[in-house]
């Protein structure tokens, strides 16, 4: 990765584009220091800090999304998490809605005006998330002015901090490299990261009751991180490939055709989305009392502990470890979900057909539906169980040893894929250059 960095460097276009993304990336970190006119951040921190302790990890993932800008309700608090929302609505409804599934198809046409509509989704519901926090804020007295103005103002700024955000990362898309939001998302959850292993240090390491014990304490944290990375890297670059073989066919007096080729079916199809769905459902009903203020207590207050990540895995409280069952539950079940919406096996043994494709051993039709969709359901099971274990590791350690922080594994399953994403950008772009220099010379 670094001899490829290096080799960019020596391309003037591709050193262009990794300086554009470079300074807008210390654009999305200047904003995230500028605090939202109008709110207090010292009250708004510990109100906070009671949000996680009471909700699970769900507004901890927030803030690390959008790069601690939450915590000291910047500019940027909301940062990219209406866009992401709005996309995946989006592609949601895209399924659902026959209209929005023709855009789709018709080609980049279709695609602007789909990623239009997805625009103005994110700026309303920016506005909504502004309103709502705005409101909530102004009623608990965190505004230096408790009124209409005062809410006002926050939803402004919220609102157009997060579309700046929307541009920026649209931006990086056009004229940088990688994803753009992606890569915004990344430098958000990779700032956090220093002070996460900070935390670490003060609570194993430098607290530790001798040096043997932080020793110890810093090989089996380093193990590990090390570990979960190496499983997300290969959850994320794995793969099934499906051999087709296109038929031979005469056009015109020349023979076409004939080359085999394969479908690659990723291991992870679904990607981090089950994880974020999972963890939205999860912690929803905890935010909503909270907001509300007031807390149940009986069987009702069991039950929202028991949907609490900060309580599983506690050997005090061993019975508040069935909401992590229900959590691995729906972890599989959205990897199934979100893989039957986006990807379609009819579509492509039709599309294989029209085309003279077929699977060696496998009849046109009906039969490779079926073969394909029996591929696809082990995949998703074995995707899908990498990563409950990939979630499952931060939840133990923070269970059993108090070890809370933001990079868990949802965090590196972001990072690790983002990364190699944009390396695999990289080096197209060194590839191209290559083959005009040589079609030039």
Request: glycine share 10%; proline share 4%.
């Amino acid at each position: 990765m670094l001899t490829t960095l290096k080799n960019a460097f020596k391309i003037k276009d591709v050193r262009s584009r990794i300086l554009f993304t470079f300074l807008m990336l210390i654009v999305v970190r200047l904003g995230a220091a500028i605090p939202t006119p109008g709110v207090n951040s010292e009250v708004f921190a510990a109100w906070f800090a009671n949000q996680t302790a009471n909700t699970g990890g769900a507004l901890d993932f927030f803030n690390a999304m959008t790069g601690g800008s939450f915590t000291q309700m910047s500019v940027f608090a909301l940062s990219i998490t209406p866009y992401i929302t709005s996309s995946i609505i989006m592609q949601l409804l895209t399924i659902a809605i026959p209209k929005l599934e023709e855009m789709q198809r018709d080609g980049e046409d279709g695609r602007k005006k789909i990623r239009e509509v997805t625009r103005y989704v994110t700026i309303a519901l920016a506005v909504i998330e502004g309103l709502a926090m705005g409101i909530t804020f102004a009623r608990s007295g965190y505004l230096t002015h408790n009124n209409a103005f005062g809410v006002i103002i926050v939803v402004f700024t919220l609102t157009a901090g997060s579309s700046l955000i929307m541009w920026i990362g649209e931006q990086i898309t056009e004229k940088g490299v990688g994803n753009g939001i992606s890569v915004v998302l990344l430098v958000n959850i990779v700032s956090r990261i220093p002070s996460d292993f900070r935390n670490l240090y003060d609570q194993f390491i430098a607290g530790a009751s001798n040096i043997v014990t932080g020793v110890l304490a810093a090989v089996i944290i380093i193990a590990v991180i090390v570990f979960t990375i190496v499983l997300v890297v290969y959850l994320q670059g794995g793969e099934r490939r499906i051999p087709v073989q296109y038929s031979k066919k005469v056009v015109g007096r020349r023979m076409m055709g004939g080359q085999s080729t394969n479908i690659p079916l990723k291991v992870n199809t679904a990607g981090v989305i089950p994880i974020i769905f999972a963890s939205s459902i999860m912690s929803l009903p905890g935010i909503i009392v909270n907001f509300i203020g007031k807390n149940p207590g009986g069987i009702w207050g069991h039950i929202l502990s028991g949907l609490n990540s900060n309580n599983w895995c506690v050997p005090a409280t061993p019975w508040y470890s069935i909401g992590l069952i229900v959590y691995i539950v729906m972890v599989i079940f959205f990897a199934y979900f979100y893989t039957a919406i986006t990807f379609n096996p009819m579509e492509i043994a039709d599309n294989m057909k029209k085309q003279g494709g077929f699977i060696p051993g496998i009849r046109p039709g009906k039969p490779t539906v079926d073969y394909l969709t029996k591929i696809l359901n082990n995949i998703i099971f074995i995707g899908a169980c990498g990563l409950v274990i990939v979630a499952f590791i931060p939840i133990l350690f923070n269970g059993v040893f108090g070890a809370n922080v933001s990079f868990g594994g949802t965090s590196l399953i972001i990072i690790v894929g983002v990364v190699l994403e944009t390396m695999k950008q990289i080096e197209s772009m060194m590839l191209v250059r290559h083959y005009r220099g040589f079609l030039n010379d």
